[in-house]
């Protein structure tokens, strides 16, 4: 099915596509009646026509547009939560935000020269080419990184090698002294996966810890419960598990039931980003909270900064809290 164009609003409406792209873009300056100007808007209304973006770019010299430009991971609740709270700041200000996922076909370069955004929000670091051809076409280019990165200006992290160092200072503090790590097995994952366990390894070695011992787990019972026997058997056995996000560490849980290792007191579980599940988990899930709506925000505000002209706001103090339920 074909889309509406102005052209066909006008002809329904009997005058010419001039007068409807006066009447649509309320036009300073020229004299249409109110009857006609009613007539063009409820044709266009009843007709289901909307103006292109890029069109209305080059009309009015900007878009409303912010364009949010993800790598190739894999969809999921976090994921889902930022952008929807990033949209719904920049909506305050009748922006609207434009995903972009890496695994489309469509270039970048290809994107951003058809929509012309106003602002580009990277959630991974862009080339000195890309950057510098987007910010010669009048974009404003930011973006949040996994760790912060000084070489790009407008970035904003949260470190996920803290969020690993969390998971092991918390377990540590709770009295054990061998951790093993629940990896994923989405080698999409592998940038958050690698700074996490960092962290874990990092913690465990400032306090001579032996490494972490990792399994990649599987969201089946039978991978989770083949891990569990595996840290439960090396010497000295695991005690405690900091999993890769809640997803996995609720596979350890039905893994460790399947094992017959009691949660907590054979093996402790932690988690990262506290989705809905944890609270409801057998035993309910400790993990570590990203503040995710504020992250959102901030990034938001910082759009909206930098299109006014104005320095970016203060980055937010501590975004990661320890959950602590049952499982630990």
């Keep these: 099915m074909r889309s509406i164009t102005s052209a066909d609003v006008a002809r329904e409406s009997g005058v010419s596509r001039t007068t409807v792209s006066y009447v649509l873009n309320d036009t300073a300056g020229v004299t249409i009646s109110p009857a006609t100007r009613v007539r063009v808007r409820e044709t266009a209304q009843r007709l289901g026509y909307t103006p292109s973006a890029a069109a209305r770019a080059l009309r009015t010299g900007r878009s409303d547009l912010v364009l949010a430009v993800l790598p190739d991971w894999p969809l999921g609740p976090s994921l889902d939560t930022l952008l929807e709270h990033l949209a719904a700041t920049l909506a305050e200000r009748d922006l609207s935000l434009l995903v ?45 990184m996994l760790e912060a990165d000084p070489t790009q200006p407008g970035s904003f992290s949260v470190s996920q090698r803290e969020v690993g160092r969390r998971q092991a200072r918390h377990l540590v503090e709770r009295g054990h002294r061998r951790l093993g790590y629940a990896a994923p097995t989405d080698p999409r994952l592998a940038d958050f996966h690698d700074r996490r366990l960092t962290g874990v390894a990092e913690e465990c070695a400032e306090r001579g810890l032996p490494e972490p011992l990792v399994v990649a787990v599987e969201l089946e019972v039978a991978s989770a419960g083949a891990a569990v026997r595996t840290w439960r058997a090396a010497a000295p056995p695991v005690t405690a598990v900091a999993a890769y996000n809640d997803d996995v560490a609720l596979a350890v849980l039905a893994g460790a039931r399947a094992a017959g290792a009691a949660v907590p007191q054979e093996l402790a579980v932690v988690g990262v980003d506290d989705v809905p599940a944890a609270r409801l988990a057998s035993p309910p899930l400790t993990t570590v909270w990203q503040s995710l709506a504020e992250q959102a925000h901030h990034l938001g505000v910082t759009v909206l900064a930098a299109l006014d002209g104005e320095p970016a706001p203060p980055r937010p103090a501590d975004l990661l809290e320890v959950v602590v339920r049952s499982s630990t």
């Design 100 to 144: 972009h996922h890496s695994r489309s076909r469509r270039s970048l370069s290809e994107l951003w020269r058809a929509v012309t955004p106003r602002a580009v929000v990277g959630f991974t670091a862009f080339s000195p080419a890309e950057r510098a051809a987007m910010e010669r076409a009048g974009i404003q280019v930011l973006g949040t």
